[in-house]
């Protein structure tokens, strides 16, 4: 469930324009490449993984080696979000194990560029949802901590993701979470710069990005933690928990939910009290209210959480039966 909202529109990928060959053998083992250079016609492509902000992602494999990757093609004027400068820029700013890893910026046939990113192995936790309905509170927990310190080591660096959700947070098979789809994150470029722009997927905005004149005022870290909020709560819940199960999420009908209404409540049988209130804190409308990534990090939800218990649950979810 997504309605993607964007100021500026991103022209559509002529497939047709992407060198890519189109291959049925599975590679049988991820080895690192010894090659410091890549082009897009050294790999071959296997499988579609999605669409980002921006461009189509594709799961491909380097034909010497056979190491698998993730590729992103895109196509964007300079400067503008959803350009591969842009969203390349913010990912050569970061390395983190909580953060996707962008190995290379690569030239397209077509004049355009594309990202060779790492492979996170277990898919998106949207899709994980997908496939297994609601997290038990322990994985959960896990959750939380690692999107807590990727965001933690995001913003410790002035980026604001401006759309975390359960299809941009990836999953590996060994529990570890990744932040993806920095298509229309940003760089501020000094203290009290705003994110005036309307974009990203409004199911998972803040109320104070619905708000012309207080989007330009507003904390915009704050509204990463909004988007944690929610995404915590749609994987507890197993489905979008702003609306009425059913219910078209329709711009007016999330804009009334998500500024106007009260935030749902968590019966006590189906989370701990410490889930609840982590949630309460990620969801306060009033975003200087609103508790921060480290007050966040420290919360008994996270900080007193069982790891080896709450990791193992996670890799549970994941693992493919």
Request: hydrophobic share 40%; glycine share 8%; charged share 25%.
């Amino acid at each position: 469930m997504a309605l993607t909202i964007r100021e500026r529109k991103v022209p559509q990928l002529d497939l047709r324009s992407c060198a890519f060959r189109y291959s049925n053998n599975t590679p049988v083992q991820d080895q690192a490449s010894t090659s410091g250079e890549f082009r897009v016609s050294d790999f071959d492509r296997l499988d579609v993984l999605g669409r980002g902000n921006g461009g189509p992602v594709y799961k491909v494999a380097h034909r010497r080696t056979e190491t698998l990757y993730a590729l992103k093609v895109l196509r964007g004027g300079e400067g503008e979000p959803g350009s591969s400068a842009a969203e390349a820029d913010v990912l050569r700013r970061a390395d983190s194990p909580y953060v996707v890893r962008c190995h290379s910026v690569l030239p397209t046939a077509s004049g355009h560029a594309a990202l060779l990113l790492e492979l996170v192995d277990g898919g998106s936790l949207a899709s994980v949802m997908g496939r297994r309905g609601a997290f038990p509170e322990a994985a959960l927990a896990e959750v939380a901590a690692q999107a807590l310190s990727g965001l933690a080591y995001l913003h410790a660096r002035r980026i604001v993701h401006r759309d975390v959700k359960p299809a941009n947070l990836l999953v590996s098979t060994a529990g570890e979470v990744k932040i993806a789809d920095f298509g229309i994150a940003k760089v501020l470029a000094r203290p009290g710069d705003g994110c005036a722009e309307y974009e990203g997927t409004a199911a998972y905005m803040s109320p104070e990005r619905f708000d012309s004149e207080r989007r330009h005022d507003a904390d915009p870290f704050a509204a990463d933690v909004w988007g944690l909020g929610v995404t915590i709560l749609e994987l507890l819940m197993g489905r979008y928990p702003l609306l009425a199960d059913g219910q078209k999420p329709t711009r007016a009908a999330l804009m009334c939910a998500i500024c106007f209404r009260e935030m749902p409540t968590v019966s006590g049988g189906a989370a701990s009290p410490e889930l609840r209130r982590f949630v309460a804190l990620c969801l306060l409308k009033d975003h200087t209210k609103r508790a921060s990534v480290s007050h966040l990090l420290a919360h008994p939800f996270v900080s007193g959480r069982d790891v080896t218990a709450s990791k193992q649950a996670l890799r549970q979810l994941v693992a493919r039966d």
